[in-house]
Nanobody
Framework: QVQLVESGGGLVQPGGSLRLSCAVS?????????MGWYRQAPGKQRQFVAT???????NYADSVKGRFTISRDYAKNTINLQMNSLKPEDTAVYYC??????????WGQGTQVTVSS
């Protein structure tokens, strides 16, 4: 019974910052998994933003590299995404995801991020 709940979305001006958090409840089985953030803008496909593996390896989409940082808070069981220097093209619904290949794939319901003046 794993649930992912995103929070922290909202309206921010271009150049501003926002911090998203994904609360993970329930137990994840296995020793190898990936945690990450994805986003979907109106009329576009859902796309990869950032991931961190169980081995602490991080990966970022070229469009957010240098501006976004993904991290885990083990004490609070959360996955965080610090977003800096936000641009209007970052506007999208952001989704949290935890998966293990050929085993399980969990998604949150999303949180809206709007970057506009």
């Amino acid at each position: 019974q794993v649930q992912l709940v995103e929070s922290g979305g909202g309206l921010v001006q271009p150049g501003g910052s926002l911090r998203l958090s994904c609360a993970v409840s329930g137990r994840l089985f296995g020793i190898s998994y990936v945690m990450g953030w994805y986003r979907q803008a109106p009329g576009k496909q859902r796309q990869f933003v950032a991931t961190v593996t169980s081995g602490s390896t991080t990966n970022y989409a070229d469009s957010v590299k240098g501006r976004f940082t993904i991290s885990r808070d083990y004490a609070k069981n959360t996955i965080n995404l610090q977003m800096n220097s936000l641009k209007p093209e970052d506007t999208a619904v952001y989704y949290c995801r935890v998966f293990s290949t050929n085993s399980y794939d969990y998604w949150g319901q999303g949180t809206q991020v709007t970057v506009s003046s």
